[in-house]
């Protein structure tokens, strides 16, 4: 069976095409400035990409315009699109309800609709993603693979904030955590590798956007990322976890209101708001190197705060078999592990440092240092293909 892949954005939308008899991706590529005037960027294993601007009036013109690509008797993979047998989508948020994947139809699209108020970033373009593949594609199942639904499994003193229970009641409001399909892939790749099914392992998603899970045996017991994706670890533009009073603080001396103040925690702190350089954090080193003390304060930050949660996590699992780093910070940058790792030995982490620094980019690496009690890896994430397993599963 041949899976379509589809995460879809406010002005984008990303796609693969699986072969699932083999696990080989025929087909991949972009369409950009959806709803503008439009890019699309398709690419073949061993082949020459194609590019090419095309208007995409919506996120069905950018489907069609998928659809007729890998169609193409020069460009495509298959000969009609009756050949591909469902599509999973990137869905960010689950809520409650959409505790695992989830063949969508009409229930689940109103389901996702009423939960936008708690994923207005993510939520309305998945939204139209789904729709816009349905009406091309009407006669195959339709998957929703949801971040939220790896901590499905966390227990209630996990995922319930200490604030008046009818407020969650009412709201809604708890720890619902993100990044859970990444974090699933690395942590099943990790138990595979050391052939134990109940093993206890952190891993770390840092990116752009970060987030730190622990599992125990493949199920989450908790996780950095809480209500939104904003709270954790810094980020690239986003603070991370900080003390509540803070916000209401600063929105009184600022005159700030709530949305100016979202604006503030979301899209101008964390790297970028510390350093003042970027919210890259290649930028960020290369600009510490170049002696600026700001920089280097929000890389000592960013590092604090991920070993302050790597310890809490072996505290709450009673012990830890693997470390796991993934996505475009953790399975690329070396130095950024090392910091990480350095004085870690207590907890049993101890890594090669040779190894560490001289591991090919997007290449899996075992960093682990002779001896060490815990493993450490690095491990790239695939979304993708969790996403187009989990559709093939239900589409059986």
């Avoid at 990790?190 to 052939?195: A, E, N, T």
């Avoid at 093993?199 to 996780?223: E, Y």
């Avoid at 450490?376 to 996403?387: H, K, L, R, S």
Wanted: glycine letters at 10%; hydrophobic letters at 35%.
């Amino acid at each position: 069976m041949k899976i379509l892949v589809v995460n879809a954005g406010s002005s984008s939308l990303k796609y693969q095409l699986f072969d699932m008899d083999t696990g080989d991706v025929l087909a991949k590529g972009l369409c950009e400035r959806i709803g503008i005037d439009g890019a699309i960027t398709h690419k073949r294993p061993g082949k020459e990409n194609y590019k090419s601007e095309a208007p995409l009036k919506d996120h069905k013109a950018a489907i069609e315009l998928v659809l007729s690509l890998l169609c193409d008797p020069d460009l495509g993979v298959i000969s009609s699109a009756d050949e591909i047998g469902a599509v999973g989508h990137r869905v960010a948020h689950g809520g409650e309800k959409l505790r695992q994947s989830s063949v969508i139809g009409e229930k689940e699209l109103e389901y996702l609709e009423s939960i936008v108020e708690i994923n207005p970033l993510h939520g309305p373009p998945a939204i139209s993603g789904i729709k816009a593949c349905q009406s091309v594609m009407p006669n195959v199942k339709h998957v929703g693979v949801f971040d939220t639904s790896y901590y499905s499994t966390m227990e209630e003193k996990a995922y319930i904030y200490p604030i008046p229970y009818e407020l969650y009641e009412k709201y809604k409001i708890r720890r619902y955590g993100f990044h859970g399909t990444s974090h699933r892939y690395v942590c099943q790749k990790v138990m595979d590798i050391l052939g134990n099914k109940d093993a206890k392992v952190i891993t770390c998603h840092l990116g752009n956007g970060s987030s730190i899970t622990a599992s125990v045996g493949g199920r989450a017991v908790d996780t950095s990322m809480g209500f939104t994706p904003q709270e954790g670890v810094p980020m690239g533009t986003r603070s991370g976890s900080l003390d509540p009073t803070v916000v209401t603080y600063i929105m009184k001396k600022e005159g700030l209101n709530p949305e100016e103040m979202e604006k503030l925690l979301n899209s101008k702190s964390g790297l970028l708001g510390v350093s003042g350089v970027s919210s890259d954090c290649r930028d960020v080193m290369i600009a510490e190197g170049e002696g600026s003390k700001r920089s280097a304060l929000a890389m000592e930050i960013l590092v604090h705060y991920i070993k302050k949660i790597i310890g809490s996590y072996v505290a709450e699992m009673n012990g830890l078999d693997a470390l796991v780093f993934t996505a475009g910070i953790g399975e690329n940058d070396g130095v950024v592990r090392e910091l990480i790792c350095k004085d870690l030995s207590y907890l049993g982490v101890e890594i090669d440092s040779e190894v560490n620094l001289g591991a090919k980019r997007g290449t899996q690496t075992e960093i682990t240092k002779a001896g060490a009690k815990v493993r450490t890896f690095a491990i790239p994430t695939d979304e993708e293909y969790m996403i187009a397993l989990d559709t093939y599963a239900l589409s059986k």
